[in-house]
C-alpha cells in the first residue's frame, strides 16, 4: 500500500484547530487499518506568514 504524502498548512483559510483535528482523524484511520499509510509535512505558510510576508509562501515553496 502506498503511503500518501500531505502538506499540511495549518491557518490557510480554515482555523489551526480545523487542521490540526484533521490530521487526527487519518492518523486515526491509519491506526485502525494499517493499509493506510499517511507522511505529514507541516509548512507555516498559513495567513500569519501572509501578513508578516506580504505572499502567501517563499519564492521557492514549490
Not at 2 to 18: M, N, S
Amino acid at each position: 500500500m502506498p503511503t500518501f504524502r500531505i502538506a499540511v498548512i495549518p491557518g490557510d483559510g480554515v482555523g489551526i484547530e480545523v487542521v490540526a483535528e484533521g490530521r487526527r482523524v487519518l492518523e486515526t484511520l491509519a491506526r485502525r487499518d494499517k493499509r493506510l499509510r499517511f507522511r505529514f509535512t507541516t509548512f507555516g505558510w498559513g495567513s500569519a506568514y501572509y501578513k508578516t510576508h506580504g505572499r502567501m509562501m517563499p519564492a521557492d515553496g514549490l
